[in-house]
């Protein structure tokens, strides 16, 4: 398979486990968010948020997807079941929200306020950007990006060694990727 058909498989399965989330509900175009990658940082920007409103986000390489999907159709769309498979992955990474990085950092902006999420250090690689936005009356609202994270060709060799089993490119600096899991 192509580096482009992971790419696109990565992105049609966070899709589908976004879009199984809210079946049967409208979307209301609210929180709006503009991703931005600098090297090997992630962030993203939300504007317009709803009252009460919070997002919060993770980059999804493709070799994730099929733990994904299979969490998705199990789970029967449940966001729970997505995001415990998502958790128990080394390579999906979670942004951080507002806090003293190093020290504290919620997983999402504040409810109802513009806000950041970041993640630093992000190893290269290619990855599906979800950002959900979920509010205390609304249903979630899922915002997919494509990111190519560090060197792209660091990046593209870093989604192919994924995809065969070799795991993700080394982390740059001191490793500090914001990882969902502990291992």
């Given amino acids: 398979m192509t580096i482009a058909k992971k790419v696109a498989a990565g992105l049609a399965a966070v899709g589908m486990a976004a879009g199984l989330t809210i079946a049967g509900s409208g979307v209301a175009s609210a929180a709006v968010p ?6 090997n940082t992630v962030s ?7 009252p009460g409103q919070t997002c919060t986000g993770i980059l999804v390489p493709p070799s994730a997807t099929g733990d994904l999907a299979g969490a998705a159709i199990a789970g029967g769309g449940d966001l729970m079941s997505i995001v415990r498979a998502l958790g128990n992955r080394y390579d ?6 507002p806090g003293l990085p190093g020290v504290f950092t919620l997983p999402m902006t504040l ?70 899991s502990s291992s």
């Fill in 34 to 39: 503009h991703p931005n990658i600098a090297g």
């Fill in 44 to 50: 993203v920007h939300i504007t317009d948020p709803l």
């Fill in 92 to 97: 999906v990474i979670s942004l951080d929200g």
């Fill in 111 to 180: 409810p109802g306020q513009p806000g950041w999420l970041t993640a630093r250090d992000v190893p290269s690689n290619v990855y599906a950007l979800a950002v959900l936005c979920l509010g205390h009356n609304g249903p979630v609202e899922p915002h997919l990006f494509p990111a190519v994270v560090g060197n792209p060709l660091d990046a593209f060799g870093g989604s192919a060694a994924g995809s065969v089993g070799a795991g993700p490119a080394a982390a740059p600096g001191g490793g500090n990727t914001g990882s969902t």
